[in-house]
């Protein structure tokens, strides 16, 4: 049995998915009706994947993937949603999505899409996936400075690296919530990575010059 946990606000979306996954032999799903709850209810002993909506109330898609896979690094995040938008594609993707596939997707497909992501795949559609590698291309420049961190940087990643979250980086080092995250955004461009496991694990690697 593959147990989907479902992010969704929309009642009427979640309904239909609800029913697409709960008809499919050897598929159950449970419906969470935003991030908040999510995170709170959501692990690995419950569930193999999560259907998250990238449009959420209150916490964002984003912020929920993020903290999910601080939790549980291995549980596999697939974001659903109406919009090809290369931004927020890259943006899940870097917070630890493992797939990103439309709503409009033939209901098969979905199907499909979620026993290849259990078997280890990561199937993302082929208009999304064009859209990242695009959005790849416009913000990993090639340029000298590529996999080299700025001296903030690898103080943000060090106190990640000794377990802190980003509220309390931002406190540590005196800076916003919003630097932390965009110093993260700028480490995962710089190392080419989409998860913090991956960027502490790469910048053991990095000259302490």
């Not at 009642?11 to 609800?18: P, V």
């Not at 990238?54 to 549980?75: H, V």
């Not at 026993?115 to 340029?143: C, Y």
Request: glycine letters at 6%; aromatic letters at 6%.
């Amino acid at each position: 049995m593959i147990r989907i946990a479902m992010v969704e606000d929309s009642l009427e979306i979640s309904s239909g998915i609800n029913y697409i996954i709960s008809t499919s032999e050897g598929f159950s799903c449970k419906v969470f009706p935003n991030a908040e709850v999510a995170v709170r209810s959501i692990s690995p002993r419950s569930f193999d994947i999560v259907l998250m909506d990238i449009q959420l109330p209150g916490m964002s898609s984003i912020d929920c993937t993020q903290l999910l896979k601080e939790k549980y690094p291995d549980l596999k995040i697939m974001m659903c949603t109406i919009f090809e938008d290369e931004e927020k594609s890259f943006r899940a993707i870097a917070a630890g999505a493992s797939e990103y596939i439309l709503k409009r997707s033939d209901p098969q497909m979905l199907i499909q899409s979620i026993k290849e992501l259990v078997a280890g795949g990561s199937p993302i559609s082929g208009p999304v996936a064009q859209k990242i590698l695009t959005a790849f291309r416009k913000m990993i420049p090639d340029n000298k400075n590529d996999g080299i961190l700025s001296e903030r940087e690898r103080d943000v990643l060090n106190l990640i690296a000794t377990g802190f979250r980003n509220k309390e980086v931002a406190e540590k080092l005196g800076i916003s919530l919003a630097t932390v995250k965009s110093h993260i955004y700028n480490i995962y461009n710089k190392l080419h990575v989409t998860s913090r496991v991956e960027a502490i694990n790469k910048f053991k690697d990095q000259p302490k010059g």
